[in-house]
């Protein structure tokens, strides 16, 4: 039987709605937006697309977007001085370093030097080190948009095998984490585990988080399992698709026939990533204005 299909993008609009509507109740409330601050240095244009999506998501969900955008050829001195004036900056809730940086600067220290309560992005250590310890913090985009459409499909997660492939801080730490958080028994594969296969057919849960073109295959996923794609692969270009077919990490066409439900590429994780920046930005800035937020409110 074929796998139900889990819309991301539909979910993703769905969650930019409620963010929306906090957004609304916290300007009566605060007296003022929330607010977004996207720092962008050099001209990568992947880079260029992100931040303009991610203003233009901004504005929509009615808070306040503050792009900075600086040359290459920045000395790394200034971009932290800039991040330094941001993270006192009351109009900023949260504050985003568009990665990667130039080869000049150091990644590590420029995020290091955001404000953990400002940092909505959640690759501060600090926020590493909450999401591990259970402490209130910020939890990076992707896994926790993953967990979002996992306990949107599952309800109760409790007590489910996952596994999680990839182990990277963005993507399947925080996943492995967040996954343990909700009481599931977590396994992390990476490259060197051995009998992949084998491993990933004992989950109910799968989350794939490698950068390799349709590595699942059907044969390594347990009948019913739910299976979330985060990987987003180009495949060498044709003339059907000259700019090279977007892929995820799990063969789509035959993980479909086997799981129970299954993310698509495009149109699954992916719109999620934007929205749940949006996310922890409202709840940044009902932290940062001393605003009671419910816990599960969004
Ligand atoms: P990384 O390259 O940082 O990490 C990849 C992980 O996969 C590593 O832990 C690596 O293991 C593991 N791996 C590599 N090869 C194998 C293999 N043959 N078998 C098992 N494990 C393997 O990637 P990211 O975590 O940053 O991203 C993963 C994917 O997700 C990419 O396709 C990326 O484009 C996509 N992505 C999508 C996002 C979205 O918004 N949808 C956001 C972020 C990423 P080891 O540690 O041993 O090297």
Not at 203 to 220: H, L, N, Q, T
Request: a negative charge; one cysteine or more.
């Amino acid at each position: 039987m074929a796998a139900e299909i889990i819309d991301g993008k539909a979910f993703a609009e769905g969650l930019r709605e409620r963010v929306g509507k906090l957004a609304a109740s916290f300007e009566k409330e605060a007296g003022r937006k929330a607010g977004l601050a996207v720092v962008l240095v050099g001209e990568d244009p992947a880079s260029q697309i992100y931040v303009r999506n991610k203003g233009k998501q901004t504005v929509a969900c009615g808070m306040a977007s503050f792009e900075h955008v600086l040359p290459v050829d920045t000395p790394e001195a200034d971009l932290l001085a800039l991040v330094e004036k941001l993270n006192t900056d009351p109009a900023v809730d949260g504050i985003l370093v568009q990665l990667p940086l130039p080869d000049h600067m150091d990644e590590q220290k420029v995020i290091a030097t955001i404000n953990p309560d400002k940092d909505v992005d959640g690759f501060h250590v600090i926020s590493a080190g909450r999401l591990a310890v259970g402490q209130k913090g910020f939890v990076a985009c992707t896994p926790l948009g993953c967990l979002m459409l996992l306990k949107d499909r599952l309800g109760e997660l409790s007590g489910l095998d996952a596994v999680v492939i990839g182990r990277s801080n963005i993507v399947g730490k925080p996943m492995a984490q967040l996954l343990l958080k909700e009481s599931c028994t977590v396994t992390i594969a990476h490259s060197r585990t051995r009998n992949l296969p084998e491993v990933v057919r004992r989950a109910d849960i799968v989350v794939a988080a490698v950068g390799r073109p349709e590595m699942v295959k059907g044969d390594w996923v347990k009948p019913g399992a739910t299976v979330i794609d985060v990987g987003m692969n180009r495949l060498p270009p044709t003339e059907e698709k000259p700019k090279g077919k977007l892929v995820g990490d799990v063969d789509f066409a035959e993980v479909s026939q086997v799981a129970g439900a299954i993310t698509p590429v495009p149109g699954g994780v992916g719109p999620m990533t934007i929205a749940v920046l949006l996310r922890n930005t409202i709840v940044a800035a009902h932290r940062n204005a001393g605003i009671e937020l419910a816990e599960g409110a969004i």
